[in-house]
Nanobody
Framework: EVQLVESGGGLVQAGGSLRLSCAAS????????IGWFRQAPGKERERVSS????????DYADSVKGRFTISIDDAKNTVYLQMNSLKPEDTAVYYC????????????????????WGQGTQVTVSS
């Protein structure tokens, strides 16, 4: 079973950058897809980005395209989310999540399809 731990959140001014990390343990991330989700107060959890460890394919929500970059470091068993040009509306708790992707051809978008979750890290963007 995969255990996920996020880190890297914090307070940043609008226009700034942060890099979130999602460290996996208990299993390698081989054959898993990993997603970053976020949830702001009073809002539903939304998928921000996903990456497949099988073929390296990535996917982004329209709201973050061109600003966020997801990547995976197989040697460190860690997934990163580089967030640039941050906006106040990016403020949320960010979660990483994973599912075993060997039998799937497209990256999943819905939170309920992800089986393993981290505890979340707070990102606050001030205006």
């Amino acid at each position: 079973e995969v255990q996920l731990v996020e880190s890297g959140g914090g307070l940043v001014q609008a226009g700034g950058s942060l890099r979130l990390s999602c460290a996996a343990s208990g299993s390698t991330l081989n054959n898993y897809a990993i997603g970053w989700f976020r949830q702001a107060p009073g809002k539903e959890r939304e998928r921000v980005s996903s990456i497949s460890s099988i073929d390296g394919s990535t996917d982004y929500a329209d709201s973050v395209k061109g600003r966020f970059t997801i990547s995976i470091d197989d040697a460190k068993n860690t997934v990163y989310l580089q967030m640039n040009s941050l906006k106040p509306e990016d403020t949320a708790v960010y979660y990483c999540a994973a599912y075993f992707a060997l039998s799937y051809y497209t990256l999943k978008v819905d939170a309920y399809e992800y089986d393993y979750w981290g505890q979340g890290t707070q990102v606050t963007v001030s205006s």
